[in-house]
């Protein structure tokens, strides 16, 4: 009897060092602008070539600007970063390149499943920690250091120690008003940032099963938040509906070979896990975070902890997190003023993230005192809002539709918040300067970032 992770884990190993790593042969393999060129570079120094370029895809994004991508980028850090990232793609004969102004060029997590690069029963890899999204698909997918992405490109294969397994069960239904993001946001800030080190999750259950392919993917994103290697979904109907008819996804027969594949990987009845947790969906709220981690979050209408509520160990960072943030332990965030709001990164860039903000926002005003950045993750993401016509809905209420990339969810680009000023962020963290030096940064969904673009401050959604 074998675990979902089991399963995949095993089909990919290539050998195993006694009392040591395994070799685990890597199926796709992602790469962006900023954790690639010191591994070309190794690659160069050694007079080696890349082993199987047709299985890396390569796309620009944290260093993208989100407006204006037909003009030379004006940053020179960005720029040289953009321009490196070129060279080495033709330099080592990439086929599958996407840069800055190409069609199908967006953000990394985004791009790959949205193409058909992401398939069930892969190991997928990338210099990025949130290529955990790809386990939304019954992906083994995990974030590397800059050694590994060189050792990926010149063998295809990777060294890695055999995680622990964890298996976290929500039961019932979400409540209406809630989503993906909440029921992450509720699972970080239960678990904390350190809760689930060294396992990989798969995440099951009701709750689970009734999630779009758009939202498994905003939960496994944020299984890094929590400590996890990585995190998945077996797959089912709607990843393979999802799948099926994608550029890179399989045709005919062989798309009949590999559904037949697909539909074993599922955990086997009466498997073990090393640790198993259960939550009951009924008991999210839409969440907020008032600190300067992803597992300092709560309900929307609740209070933050008092200091007697945090562990003696906790308590120095729990203060100097709030100083930072200009709160007070016992006050609640409802109603507080807000000055920016950011929907997109690869955690909440995809189009249903945009259709759920624009059906808030529809018949409503974007609020005078906020800057709101609306970046998709992607081209497609981008067509399918000016074709489903959600780009009239959003630009009547008052918003602009910016060009793709990673934006505001990091300090790398133009959009960075300046500081002292709060914004309510669909990304994936809130550490002090990410989304610019003296930021301050509230996690939340895409539903509780509209009411706060329309209203201006921190509102619940449901009211």
């Known amino acids: 009897m074998k675990t979902l992770f089991d399963k995949i884990w095993d089909a990919h190993v290539v050998s195993t060092v006694e009392d040591g790593p395994t070799q685990l042969y890597i199926d796709r393999h992602f790469c962006h602008e900023?954790?690639?060129p010191q591994a070309f570079n190794g690659l160069r120094a050694r007079g080696l070539k890349v082993f199987r370029p047709e299985l890396t895809t390569m796309t620009a994004d944290h260093n993208t600007p989100t407006i204006n991508q037909d003009q030379p980028v004006s940053d020179p850090i960005s720029r040289n970063q953009l321009d490196t990232f070129s060279k080495n793609a033709a330099e080592f004969n990439m086929p599958l390149f996407f840069p800055l102004g190409h069609i199908k060029n967006g953000v990394v997590h985004i791009i790959g499943p949205e193409n058909g690069f992401t398939q069930p029963g892969m190991t997928i890899v990338c210099g990025d920690s949130h290529t955990s999204t790809h386990g939304a698909f019954g992906t083994i997918a995990f974030g590397?250091?800059?050694?590994?992405?060189?050792?990926?490109l010149a063998t295809q294969c990777i060294l890695q120690s055999r995680p622990k397994t964890m298996r976290i069960t929500f039961n019932g239904k979400l409540n209406d008003g809630v989503n993906a993001k909440d029921l992450a946001l509720y699972m970080i800030?239960?678990?904390?940032?350190?809760?689930?080190?060294?396992?990989?999750?798969?995440?099951?259950?009701?709750?689970?099963?009734?999630?779009?392919?758009?939202?498994?993917?905003t939960v496994c994103n944020l299984s890094i938040e929590m400590g996890a290697r990585g995190g998945l979904i077996a797959p089912d109907q709607k990843t393979f509906d999802y799948v099926n008819g994608?550029?890179?996804?399989?045709?005919?027969?062989?798309?009949?070979?590999?559904?037949?594949?697909?539909?074993?990987?599922?955990?086997?009845?009466?498997?073990?896990?090393?640790?198993?947790?259960?939550?009951?969906?009924?008991?999210?709220?839409p969440m907020i975070t008032y600190g300067t981690n992803p597992g300092m979050g709560m309900g929307i209408n609740e209070s933050i902890p008092t200091l007697n509520e945090i562990d003696e160990a906790g308590r120095i960072s729990f203060q100097k997190s709030l100083e930072y943030m200009g709160f007070q332990a016992g006050e609640k965030l409802e109603g507080k003023t807000i000055d920016y709001v950011f929907l997109g990164s690869c955690t909440n860039g995809r189009i249903e993230d945009f259709r759920v903000f624009a059906n808030y926002v529809k018949g409503k005003?974007?609020?005078?005192?906020?800057t709101a950045w609306l970046v998709p993750g992607s081209w497609m993401v981008e067509k399918q809002i000016r074709e489903e016509e959600l780009y009239e809905i959003l630009t009547e209420a008052g918003f602009l539709l910016r060009q793709p990339g990673c934006s505001a969810c990091l300090a790398m680009n133009d959009d960075k918040v300046p500081a002292g000023k709060y914004a309510v962020s669909t990304s994936n963290r809130n550490f002090e300067g990410r989304q610019g030096p003296g930021a301050r940064t509230i996690l939340a969904g895409p539903l509780v970032a509209a009411a706060a673009a329309v209203t201006g401050k921190i509102t619940d959604p449901r009211a």
Not at 144 to 152: A, L
């Open 34 to 36: 900023v954790t690639s």
């Open 189 to 217: 800030s239960r678990l904390t940032t350190g809760g689930a080190t060294g396992y990989f999750v798969e995440y099951a259950g009701e709750a689970i099963r009734n999630l779009s392919m758009e939202e498994r993917m």
């Open 144 to 152: 590397i250091g800059t050694s590994e992405v060189e050792m990926v």
């Open 365 to 370: 005003k974007k609020a005078n005192n906020v």
């Open 246 to 285: 994608r550029e890179f996804a399989p045709k005919g027969a062989e798309w009949d070979k590999k559904l037949a594949y697909w539909k074993t990987l599922k955990t086997d009845e009466g498997a073990a896990f090393d640790k198993e947790l259960v939550f009951d969906a009924a008991d999210i709220q």
